[in-house]
């Protein structure tokens, strides 16, 4: 978990795409988190985490479905959402609280 706190303790926003191998939905993900990474770039972090190697973390944070996406600012959760989301609202949602 302190690995986590590291993580998600930086000046720029976190975005954290909570995800299963054997999730169809989570595999249309990174075409959209690279198009919003080339859109964003530095203005933004985005981490992939495995709910099925980090099971404590994923309970500790509740996460029921996948994929869910969780914004962090600073340390602080600030958006949370499950399922896939366009690379369009996920930059609304970064700007809105970056």
Same mark, same amino acid.
């Given at each position: ?12 926003? /976190? ?29 933004? &972090? ?31 959760? /600030?958006?949370? $959402? &499950?399922? /896939?989301?366009?690379?369009? $609202?996920? $930059?609304? /949602? ?5």
């Amino acid at each position: 978990m302190a690995d986590f706190q590291q993580l998600i303790n930086k000046e720029e926003p /976190v975005l954290i795409d909570f995800f299963a191998t054997w999730c169809g939905p989570c595999k249309m993900m990174p075409p959209i988190l690279e198009e919003l990474k080339g859109r964003m770039g530095d203005k933004v &972090s985005i981490i992939k985490i495995d709910i099925d190697k980090n099971q404590q973390l994923a309970r500790n944070l509740n996460i029921r479905g996948v994929p869910t996406l969780a914004l962090y600012k600073q340390g602080k959760m /600030v958006w949370r $959402e &499950s399922g /896939v989301r366009p690379a369009d $609202e996920l $930059e609304r /949602v970064i700007n809105q609280h970056g």
